[in-house]
């Protein structure tokens, strides 16, 4: 057998591993609707390549064939399905007598992985090693019943891969298209090569006119270094006392326009404040005003009232007797004790309350000379750290002052190949360890990063050039990474103390991360002194070490510890910078709040003090009342003692809510009274200080404006200069390679004006010569070298196309002829075949261009017995699948196919056309294995070992083999 096992595992509905062996020609795969059985055609076809999911009935995703689980079983996650193969007869072109293909997906990542005899392959090597076998997964070698109705119903063009598969054409053909894309290619090689050829062609004749011209350059170059040099200088000089005045002016008037700027905010902040409090005011004296206005209204009315009271009381004492007359004397004495104790009362409360305002008065005003001393403190403290902060962003633009070789090529860094940076640039330490990454570079920190060598040998003949000191240059290029072995890693790494490897505490650009780990790989980081001892004797002081702090034991053991009075360095300067902007800030709130509080408890004195003085208005006003009533009580009491008449007036009870309450009404008005005086003199002082604040602002507008305009002027004249200034400087970089400070020591006694006159016609000579190649000579050789190379390259390209071109016409001989010889064969097998299968009739293929045989369609035919009809089309479903089947078959007679899968082939025949196609399948016994999946009772009759597929699990398919002669015995026992 050809196909000799087939292994499944989690393919479809196949859950668990199923193993359908073949060693008989004919085998049948039988079994309910829904069961299964076409799957094993459906995984015959995947491992052979098949790629489009609807082809294979699954879904809208590869990984949908993977067993998705049922009610009794949970899903898998991996199909795997290998097909082994019988090669003694070498059908596939390999040496090994078994072959085993397979295909396997996983759920997890949906991709497909192949092996071909367990050794990892691609699916194009596959499809190699089946080429022209006829086991092409587009053959009719594997066919169903889809395929059997496409096959009669296709256009004629669409029939002819079947017959080239059979004829063994594919191959050809497929040698063919990588032939001609190789010859596609070549042609596009040689237009390119072409036009390269051509371009280089055009370049060498202009080529020597440049080099003339480059001459040319060079003397007028050499004329123009001499004069320029000393003009340069001149400039620069001039620029930079330009500069140094323009900054002078600019300080000062920087400094008059923060000042008036942080006073014109700190007076809006204080002008918003008093439009609020001024607001606060109105809305309390509206409210005041109000209730003061209800209270006189029930003042009139109580008034009202003991008028008409005290009209009652005065005729009573005009015309009733004397015992009548003394009760009602005894009543108006009661109510004049009242008044006079009420007014008494609050003239107490008046005189206890201006001493507690006091009091109070003396406790802001110490308050307040509190808060202006610590005003004074902070502001003192605010302007130390706004000083440090002027002084460290001077020395940050210019953090190479004391070191004159790397301050030199720093400057001239934009017209120098490959300057990188200093390291102090490029390695940034994080925010707490600056000092410990500033101790473990030490010097390092100013060493100059470059490109490559050349850069760095660049940069230090411009500093010999120049005489400009020395420095050091670290190339990117020969940056290793240092890294410590796996044992003191081991043991850092599990040290008390240890915080990491200062590499961790280093942010950079990606492309420095080898500068970083040549630097800082193998250099420890520890919290204290006392734990880097301990780690360094672990590690038998083998490594750096250094702290938080910045204390170091080196390599050996020796220690170095401390503190300096300027450990100010370029990578702790801007640590430092950030710390100070974080206390500045913080020191700036602290001022604005303390700014609040004095203003707040200037406004409290303020009130105070003018509630003690309407507290002593209202004082007064009481004390004389409290004398008024106190005369009147003692008027109305001496009346009442003078009638002797013996009354019990004494004894009456007396009604005097009425006084009660005109009493308290006097004493609410003279509250309101009094607070509204208050409010409206604190309001009068508010809109008075908003009017100071408001003309003082428009003038401090006016003054910031001044400095704005003339700062803006200064700014744009200083930049026009500094712009001026670094292109002389930039000319003396690129043009001459020269520092200012060198080209001072080249510098000749010129007169100015007529030097720059012949640097401008020196230029414009230069000009006119336009663009100059000073390496045309070169460029010249070069070009011609390549030009014959080229035209050398393009003959052996013409020579590939001439080859090609004629393996294309034998391959296409070579097909024209295969192809005919076995169309023919097939076409001679044809009618037999169809005689068999209808019972008579005839039947032939025929091409549709026979001039064109590489390309042509192939028509199909047929004259079934007793009918005469000419277009395929015409004939029943049942009819088109036995055409099929006929030419399926004439193609086995004609060669030979090791093996051939049919899925329901039959389904559209009727019973005596089963029988008819089930008998002829049987002629090819011994010469082809046959496995077909039916349900038709004819077809298995034919079959010698029978598969059944059943369902006994929901959704999980099993396999049931029976031999066909052990079957039809245990019929013949049961029917006996």
């Avoid at 196909?3 to 509905?13: A, H, N, T, V």
């Avoid at 905010?265 to 001024?278: Q, Y």
């Avoid at 190649?773 to 393009?794: G, M, V």
């Amino acid at each position: 057998m050809f196909l000799k096992r087939i292994e499944l595992q989690g393919f479809k509905s196949f859950a668990n591993k199923t193993v359908l062996q073949f060693d008989q020609d004919i085998t049948g795969i039988v079994g309910p609707n829904g069961c299964g059985k076409s799957n094993i055609n459906d995984a015959i076809r995947w491992v052979l390549g098949e790629q489009s999911v609807k082809s294979l009935r699954s879904g809208g995703n590869m990984s949908d064939i993977i067993f998705s689980g049922s009610e009794q079983k949970k899903k898998v996650n991996m199909a795997k399905v290998s097909l082994v193969f019988d090669n003694s007869r070498r059908i596939f072109d390999t040496p090994f007598d078994e072959v085993e293909i397979a295909r396997q997906i996983q759920r997890s990542n949906n991709e497909a992985t192949y092996t071909i005899n367990r050794t990892p392959c691609r699916l194009k090597d596959i499809q190699e090693l089946i080429m022209d076998t006829g086991l092409g997964r587009d053959s009719l070698s594997i066919i169903s019943q889809g395929n059997i109705s496409a096959f009669a119903d296709a256009k004629p063009e669409e029939r002819r891969s079947l017959f080239e598969e059979a004829a063994g054409v594919a191959k050809y053909k497929k040698r063919k298209q990588a032939s001609l894309s190789k010859l596609e290619k070549t042609k596009e090689n040689l237009d390119r090569l072409q036009d390269i050829i051509d371009e280089l062609d055009r370049q060498l004749k202009p080529l020597e006119k440049q080099a003339e011209k480059a001459r040319q350059y060079i003397a007028y170059r050499e004329e123009l270094s001499d004069i320029e040099i000393s003009v340069l200088v001149e400039e620069i000089e001039s620029y930079a006392q330009t500069i140094a005045a323009l900054q002078k002016s600019m300080d000062d008037q920087n400094l008059n326009y923060t000042n008036d700027t942080e006073l014109l905010e700190e007076k809006e902040e204080r002008l918003n404040h008093l439009k609020k409090s001024a607001y606060q005011l109105d809305s309390r004296i509206q409210s005041l005003q109000q209730e003061y206005t209800k209270v006189m209204e029930e003042s009139v009315d109580l008034e009202k009232q003991k008028i008409e009271l005290d009209e009652k009381r005065k005729y009573t004492l005009q015309t009733a007797d004397l015992a009548e007359q003394k009760k009602t004397l005894y009543t108006l004495k009661e109510e004049a004790r009242f008044e006079y104790e009420d007014r008494k009362k609050r003239f107490e409360e008046l005189d206890e309350q201006a001493k507690e305002k006091n009091d109070f008065f003396r406790q802001i005003s110490n308050r307040l000379d509190q808060i202006v001393q610590e005003e004074r403190q902070a502001s003192s403290l605010f302007q130390k750290t706004l000083n440090r902060k002027h002084i460290l962003r001077s020395m940050m633009e210019s953090p190479y002052q004391h070191q004159g070789g790397v301050k030199v090529i720093m400057e001239a860094k934009n017209s120098l190949y490959g300057i990188e940076g200093t390291i102090a640039q490029l390695l940034k330490a994080k925010p707490e360890f600056g000092q410990a990454i500033s101790n473990a570079l030490g010097g390092v920190m100013y060493q100059i990063v470059t490109k490559d060598e050349r850069s760095a040998r660049n940069a230090i003949d411009f500093l010999k050039r120049n005489r400009s000191g020395r420095a050091t240059f670290l190339p990117l290029s020969v940056c290793s990474p240092r890294y410590p072995n796996e044992r003191q890693k081991a043991i850092v790494e599990q040290s008390e103390g240890v915080l990491g490897w200062a590499c961790d505490f280093v942010e950079n650009d990606s492309r420095y991360n080898s500068l970083k780990s040549r630097l800082l790989g193998n250099i420890v980081v520890t919290d204290t002194l006392e734990h880097a001892n301990e780690v360094a004797k672990r590690i038998h002081y083998s490594l750096k070490i250094v702290t938080k702090d910045g204390d170091i034991v080196h390599t050996g053991g020796a220690m170095s510890g401390g503190r300096s009075r300027s450990n100010t360095n370029p990578i702790t300067m801007q640590e430092e910078m950030k710390e100070i902007e974080t206390r500045l800030s913080h020191q700036k709130s602290n001022l604005e709040e303390l700014h609040e509080k004095q203003r707040e408890y200037e406004q409290k004195k303020k009130s105070i003090e003018d509630q003690k003085v309407s507290l002593q208005i209202e004082r007064a006003k009481i004390e004389n009342i409290v004398q008024v009533k106190k005369e009147k009580y003692d008027s109305i009491c001496a009346d009442y003692n003078v009638i002797s008449v013996d009354s019990s007036a004494e004894s009456i009870e007396l009604d005097d809510s009425l006084i009660q309450a005109i009493a308290k009404n006097h004493a609410k008005k003279d509250e309101l009274s009094r607070n509204l005086t208050v409010e409206r003199q604190n309001r009068f002082g508010v809109g008075e200080a908003m009017e100071k604040l408001e003309e003082e602002i428009r003038s401090l507008r006016r003054s910031v404006n001044v400095w704005v305009q003339t700062l803006h002027k200064q700014e744009m004249e200083l930049a026009t200069t500094k712009t001026k200034q670094s292109s002389a400087l930039e000319r003396l970089n690129t043009n001459y390679q020269m520092t200012y400070e060198f080209a001072c020591s080249k510098r000749k006694e010129v007169d100015l004006p007529k030097a720059k006159e012949l640097v401008r016609e020196l230029r414009a000579k230069i000009k006119r010569l336009g663009n100059v190649n000073l390496d045309a000579p070169q460029e010249f050789e070069e070009i011609k070298e390549r030009y014959t190379f080229l035209t050398s390259q393009k003959e052996d390209l013409l020579d590939a196309s001439k080859q090609i071109l004629e393996a294309i016409d034998q391959m296409d001989k070579t097909m024209v002829e295969n192809f005919t010889t076995m169309f023919n064969k097939i076409n001679q097998e044809l009618d037999g075949v169809f005689k068999a299968m209808f019972g008579g009739g005839k039947a032939r293929l025929s091409l549709v261009d026979p001039e064109d045989v590489l390309n042509t369609g192939i028509d199909i035919d047929v004259q079934p017995p007793g009918k005469t009809i000419k277009n395929i089309q015409s004939f029943s479903g049942g009819e088109k699948a036995l055409i099929a089947i006929s030419v399926l078959f004439s193609i086995l007679q004609a060669r030979l196919i090791p093996l051939c899968i049919f899925d329901e082939v039959e389904a559209a025949l009727d019973q005596s056309n089963v029988e008819r196609f089930a008998k002829y399948l049987a002629h090819f016994r011994n010469q082809s294995q046959f496995i077909v999946v039916t349900h038709r009772p004819g077809t298995m009759e034919q079959c010698d070992t029978l598969y059944g597929v059943t369902m006994q699990q929901d959704g999980v398919s099993q396999i049931l083999k029976v031999m066909l002669k052990d079957a039809v015995q245990y019929i013949d026992k049961e029917g006996r």
